[in-house]
């Protein structure tokens, strides 16, 4: 595992969109998986900004989302189909044929998760995965549990994820209870993952990814110590509460 600290968000969102950009480059036709939240919007706007000056071409680039709340509309604002049309897709050019976020309205949960992995697998898998971290330790929306699910699944989220979340919603009690989260072993089977924490409210959560040096199901992000290449990039204010 590598741990890069930048100074601020500003450094961590620069750090990770020049790894991308060099990737991007690298391979025009590689398959990305992206996180939403907070964390990863500065990175987003560095990707625009990276597209805007004609260093990066998305045309042959595919994508697939970590996760969607289960009951929201592709159009309702609150859903990550929103966050990503409007914090980068409208602004860069994917093909939407090549954009993959699961879709919290599906009829037969079950089998469109089946589907996912499927399209998962047939796009070759995700090649570089970004990943955000909850404060309870969560990837995806995969959160601690005695048993933590391989494939796209459908999960309950976890009272201190709809906490967190609330904040984009008008009250805690509108949080969808439930969200549609690619597994674990998908983002275990991407080739390269950059996961970003950022803030006083992830030192301790990295601080325990960090400094225990175990794998278990009710820290979801500890499975990425056994990934032959994981990148950490992190602010000097989790690094200093964590050190
Ligand atoms: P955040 O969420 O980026 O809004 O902190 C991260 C996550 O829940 O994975």
Redesign the pocket.
């Known amino acids: 595992m590598k741990l890069i600290v930048e100074n601020d968000y500003e450094g961590l969102s620069k750090r990770a969109s020049q790894i991308l950009i060099k990737e991007i480059q690298k391979d025009p036709e590689i398959v990305l998986g992206l996180?939403t939240?907070?964390?990863?919007l500065g990175l987003y706007r560095k990707l625009i900004e990276s597209y805007q000056r004609g260093e990066i071409d998305f045309t042959h680039v595919k994508t697939f989302n970590l996760d969607e709340y289960v009951g929201l509309e592709k159009y309702d604002p609150r859903s990550y189909n929103h966050y990503m049309n409007t914090m980068l897709f409208n602004h860069i050019n994917m093909k939407p044929e090549n954009i993959h976020i699961p879709n919290g309205k599906a009829t037969n949960l079950e089998s469109y998760c089946e589907e996912y992995n499927e399209d998962i697998e047939r796009a070759g898998g995700i090649d570089v995965q970004v990943?955000?971290?909850?404060t309870e330790g969560?990837?995806g929306f995969n959160e601690p549990d005695d048993e933590l699910n391989v494939g796209t699944s459908v999960i309950k989220l976890a009272p201190s994820?709809i906490n967190?979340?609330a904040k984009y919603f008008k009250s805690t009690g509108e949080v969808p209870e439930r969200a549609i989260t690619m597994g674990l072993g998908s983002i275990l089977k991407a080739k390269k993952i950059i996961l970003l924490a950022n803030g006083e409210?992830?030192i301790e959560v990295i601080d325990r990814l960090l400094n225990r040096n175990v794998v278990t199901t009710q820290l979801p992000a500890s499975f990425l110590l056994l990934h032959p290449d994981v990148t950490i990039i992190i602010d000097e204010e989790v690094y200093e509460g964590c050190r």
Do not use: Q
């Open positions: 996180p939240g907070s964390t990863p990943l955000g971290i909850g969560h990837i994820t967190d979340n409210s992830k």
